[in-house]
């Protein structure tokens, strides 16, 4: 349980460095992303100047493959925003 919860911890600081700030993120493909690295970001632990390295990587990386898929029928809150729908 502590090792589910030190690597929710992790996940989420990942997030808030690379991912937070884009408008239109998928939390979940970016949760997976974190996963598929989670052997990397374990063995750079100790190493900040690779730490740095895996983290800017790791937003670049958020940046292209972790977006919404844009939908019709439901629209994403990102999608509304930029239509300037109304919520109902």
Excluded at 43 to 61: P, Q
Aim: aromatic letters at 8%.
């Amino acid at each position: 349980m502590y090792a589910k919860l030190l690597g929710l911890i992790v996940q989420h600081w990942v997030f808030l460095t690379g991912l937070w700030h884009i408008q239109e993120r998928s939390l979940v493909k970016g949760g997976q992303m974190v996963r598929e690295q989670s052997v990397r970001l374990a063995a750079c632990i100790n190493d900040l100047a690779a730490l740095t390295g895996l983290l800017e990587e790791l937003a670049e990386r958020f940046r292209h493959g972790c977006s919404q898929n844009p939908r019709k029928a439901k629209p994403n809150t990102s999608q509304r925003f930029d239509n300037g729908c109304a919520f109902s």
